[in-house]
């Protein structure tokens, strides 16, 4: 691959990575072009837009049989996301659809292994945490998708560990196992810190104070929440989840007053 897909992503921004990928086309080798056509599914896909995502996938299927192992593998990972995935409501998590997606996952996971393509499939292993519902499984799976995360020496599979274990935490903390838990929120802040966003970061420090409320810890999750809540206000992004937790948070200390500040604060920014 001389096209570094990676580069053209914007999660926050599919419409405009659908815009990059295309422009990309016009030089790409017909494997390049596979594996950009699998990404503008893709965009379509966070965009809830799943019948033209399967669309796009249904149109290059017939010349996987003779693409490389990356661009099946993505094939195979981007049909599973159609079916199951995190943008996908509770309703639509059929039986089929989801044993529709196991199985592109599992295929995925298969042809990225067997190719050495370690970040490829830790993808494949985490997306099956949405397949299975039970914290216990998506325990398991995440725990799969670590091991192999820590052995290997890929780069790019390294930079799984903030993920995998804010991932891992939220099913330690769904079957209210909190300190193993705070745990994994903990080494997730390690990882993002290493990545430097911001956003991330944020996210890791909220998780491990939402861990810290449920352990009865509230002096020690105040005190992560008014931080967060003035870098968001500093950033222009007031958070309503910042704001929720402290409601809960003062309402916890008896704070009527601060409480119902922090509720209205959530309301409005609903």
Not at 53 to 67: F, K, S
Not at 136 to 144: L, S
Not at 154 to 176: E, K, P, V
Not at 232 to 260: H, I, M, N, T, W
């Amino acid at each position: 691959m001389t096209i570094d897909i990676s580069t053209l992503w914007d999660f926050d921004q599919p419409e405009v990575s659908e815009a990059r990928f295309r422009a990309a086309l016009p030089n790409a080798s017909a494997d390049e072009a596979i594996l950009l056509q699998t990404q503008i599914a893709r965009t379509y896909g966070i965009r809830r837009n799943f019948l033209h995502a399967q669309q796009i996938l249904a149109d290059i299927e017939p010349q996987i049989q003779r693409a490389s192992v990356e661009a099946k593998a993505r094939y195979y990972l981007e049909l599973g996301r159609t079916y199951c995935s995190a943008t996908h409501s509770p309703e639509s998590q059929t039986t089929a659809s989801r044993e529709v997606a196991r199985s592109a996952y599992m295929h995925a996971f298969e042809l990225a292994h067997t190719g050495n393509l370690d970040s490829l499939a830790i993808d494949a292993l985490h997306m099956m945490t949405f397949v299975e519902s039970a914290p216990e499984e998506q325990v398991e799976w995440n725990r799969k998708a670590m091991a192999l995360m820590q052995s290997s020496s890929q780069q790019d599979a390294r930079q799984w560990a903030g993920a995998l274990h804010n991932n891992t935490g939220y099913a330690l903390h769904l079957l209210g196992r909190y300190e193993d838990a705070l745990l994994e929120f903990q080494l997730a802040l390690i990882a993002h810190e290493r990545s430097g966003n911001p956003q991330t970061i944020r996210i890791a420090r909220w998780m491990i104070a939402w861990t810290l409320r449920a352990l009865g810890r509230f002096a020690e999750a105040i005190e992560i929440q008014l931080q967060l809540e003035k870098e968001c206000d500093e950033a222009g992004q007031p958070d309503r989840y910042v704001f929720e937790e402290l409601e809960l948070l003062y309402q916890a200390f008896s704070d009527s007053e601060k409480a119902d500040f922090y509720a209205a604060r959530r309301k409005a920014s609903t």
